[in-house]
């Protein structure tokens, strides 16, 4: 079973690229904070072909450093009004 970017997980996959863009510009988090959001991405998608149904369970994996992401560059929720 291969990964796909469909639907959700391309937005989540977006999002995660734009905040890691995000907080380089702004830099809103540390250089080493970013490298490890990076080296988490990565160990994540070189694990894909080593962990049964990879695939699948990559994008809630993205999804949760997007979460942890919002949280460490706008230090806690966004406010929604």
């Not at 863009?21 to 070189?46: C, E, K, P, Q, Y």
Request: hydrophobic fraction near 65%.
């Amino acid at each position: 079973m291969g990964f796909r970017l469909v639907g959700a997980s391309a937005i989540g996959h977006i999002i995660f690229w734009l905040l890691m863009f995000w907080a380089w510009m702004t830099d809103s988090i540390s250089v080493n904070a970013r490298r490890v959001f990076l080296v988490l991405w990565l160990a994540g998608w070189l694990a894909l072909k080593f962990v049964p149904y990879g695939g699948a369970w990559f994008a809630p994996f993205v999804a949760v450093l997007d979460i942890v992401l919002v949280l460490k560059i706008f230090n806690g929720d966004i406010r929604l009004r």
